[in-house]
């Protein structure tokens, strides 16, 4: 059973952090498009168009460090507006470091899950972010939990981490135990201080067979970087444990179009979850 999950960015870019791995961070001057709110009219649209492309998540992505109260406003109003009109989809909200009274304030306008990644280990994460701490990540990752959101955490594979590094989150994971383990692989931007991702194929593939492995009881989304490191061999990652992706574009950077993915997986004789079973 393969699980589709949609993003839409709805507001991007100009983010004070210096995250060395992230576009829209505004330290690096990547060429992307950068806007403060998404109309809800075009979240609206984007949902719709998810549910049709058979995504079972839609996922409100914010730029920036954390949540803000106009922030928590504009955010809320944009889900109440989706599960008006697209009540079959869950909701997922992922807006930076939040506190619990920012995610009870989020579940009640009827967001299901919090999606908040790692990154990185606690101890590489200070290599590549001088801005904030890792241990705020993790935090944010527990109020998640505590306020009753299903918690969505994972981290970037390939910006130079040591295979130590990669144990150590993973383990960070496994205590947090969420229902769904995004993995992305870092995507190189020559304006970015991180330029390369020294991952192959074989290596990525077994990176996620060694995250099922760990954490066997959540689900794996292999998210940013598929088409980037797999191309057309990309069915293979769920030969390798993944039954999750992301349909359509990422943040910052295009997709395959949702129809194309689609047909291979119905092609691979596949089934697409239409319900999300609890997770
Ligand atoms: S805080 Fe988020 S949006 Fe800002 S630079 Fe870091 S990853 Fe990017």
Not at 65 to 78: C, F, N, Q
Not at 171 to 187: D, Y
Request: glycine residues 6%; charged residues 25%; aromatic residues 6%.
């Amino acid at each position: 059973m393969i699980y589709l999950c949609a993003i839409s960015n709805i507001s991007s870019g100009s983010c004070s952090e210096d995250c060395s791995f992230c576009t829209q961070s505004a330290r690096y001057h990547v060429d992307i498009e950068k806007y403060k709110q998404k109309s809800i009219e075009q979240i609206v649209e984007e949902a719709k168009a998810a549910r049709k492309n058979r995504a079972l998540g839609f996922c409100l992505v914010t730029a920036g460090k954390g949540m803000t109260p106009s922030k928590l406003e504009y955010v809320t109003t944009a889900a109440r507006a989706v599960k008006e009109a697209v009540p079959e989809l869950n909701i997922i909200a992922c807006n930076g470091t939040a506190s619990y009274e920012d995610m009870i304030a989020l579940k009640e306008a009827g967001i299901r899950s919090y999606n908040h990644n790692l990154e990185a280990s606690e101890n590489y994460y200070k290599d590549i972010c001088s801005t904030h701490e890792w241990k705020e990540r993790y935090k944010t990752c527990l109020n998640a939990k505590k306020a009753g959101l299903k918690l969505i955490s994972g981290g970037i594979f390939g910006m130079g981490e040591s295979e130590e590094d990669r144990v150590s989150m993973i383990n960070s994971l496994k205590e947090l135990q969420p229902v769904s383990i995004t993995i992305n692989f870092f995507h190189p931007n020559s304006a970015l201080p991180l330029k390369t991702n020294p991952l192959n194929i074989e290596e990525s593939l077994k990176l996620i067979n060694n995250v099922k492995n760990e954490l066997s009881n959540s689900r794996i989304m292999v998210a940013g970087g598929r088409e980037r490191m797999f191309g057309k061999r990309w069915t293979e990652i769920f030969d390798h444990g993944a039954n999750s992706i992301v349909i359509g574009d990422y943040l910052t950077t295009s997709g395959e179009s949702p129809s194309k993915d689609l047909a291979v997986i119905e092609s691979l004789g596949l089934e697409i979850a239409e319900k999300c079973n609890g997770q």
